[in-house]
């Protein structure tokens, strides 16, 4: 587990709480410290969004808990009934998220054995909140990082170790348990991608022009998360059909290995593209040069199936190669897209592309 923002917010968020709960003189202020923890969140989105779940929730606990002290009373079996009524009301009102929160204010209430049991169910649950609100004072201060950044940087990082698979793996020099290992690691970081894009999405924006810019962005960051699995594909193909690879005829194979030497070399400078290092117009393998080696592998392919007829040994080969070739095909089409999309929100937003992504490179 890596140190990041996060982590301190939640410590500074659970210190803010004990020490206004102290300060206030409510009772049981660890409860604030517990209600910090659960609603620290990585952005100030996303706190908000948490804050009004938190509160619905905690209150439903809260009336559940009055409702049952009140009419039945307080032991351990009325305890359990009200957790489990309150937390078919939380699912049945998609209020997922808070319902460990909204557990734990309903058994500080319910557990509370005071005369005045309606002034210090109110306390207690004031001081739930105050623990809640407390974390989103700590999310406000303290500024999310910048997301974009990261989110560049990981599927650059992703990208980079893929195509470097892919050179070794089309010159049969890659070590087949390394590849598998790596592949796994290569899936788990495209998840984490994944989630750094959805930070990103939830990051606010209050002017008409920002809020254009952004979804323009988000249009082609989508394409680069795509185009970055299609990679991927190309490489889990590689390795899963590494036998028939080594099959194939010396001429077909120097040419599948050309044309992916290309189109890695086509994907790294599309990175360089959107950071500024190159110019917009520049496109090394797109356009009608790239069409035309496209379907000259396609022919050389062909040729190939018409002699596998007359061998049928050569035939399971020439079966598994069309996934390697159908997988290659699509890698290429998304990264056309990906340079068409580059190009025209450079063509209106190249001052928008941060010094901090250059650096990236």
Known sequence: MQLGARIFKTGIAISLALFLANWLNLPIPFVAGISAIFAIQPSVYRSYLTVLDQIYGNLIGAILAIIFVLTIGSNYLTIGLAAVLAIVIMVK?????????????????????????????????????????????????????????????????????????????????SDYSSVKNDISKLSDKLDKVDQWYSFYKDERNYTKKQQFIKARKLVLYRQMIATSKKSLDVLKRLHRYENEMTDLPEHFHMMVQERLESLASYHEQLYMKYVGKLRPEHSETAGTDAVLKRHEVMDVFIREINLAHEDTASEFSTYHLMHILSAILDYEEQLEHLDLLIIAYLNYHSDEVGSELENTI
Not at 139 to 167: A, D
């Open 93 to 173: 009102l998609n209020l997922n998220n808070p319902v460990p929160l909204t557990l734990v204010t309903l058994i500080v209430i319910m557990e509370s054995h005071q005369e005045q049991f309606l002034e210090f169910a109110g306390l207690r649950f004031l001081t739930i909140l105050l623990g809640i609100l407390s974390a989103f004072i700590v999310n406000m201060i303290f500024l999310p990082p910048k997301y974009e950044t990261r989110l560049f940087t990981s599927i650059h990082q992703v990208t980079e170790e893929v195509i470097r698979w892919i050179r070794v793996s089309i010159r049969h020099a």
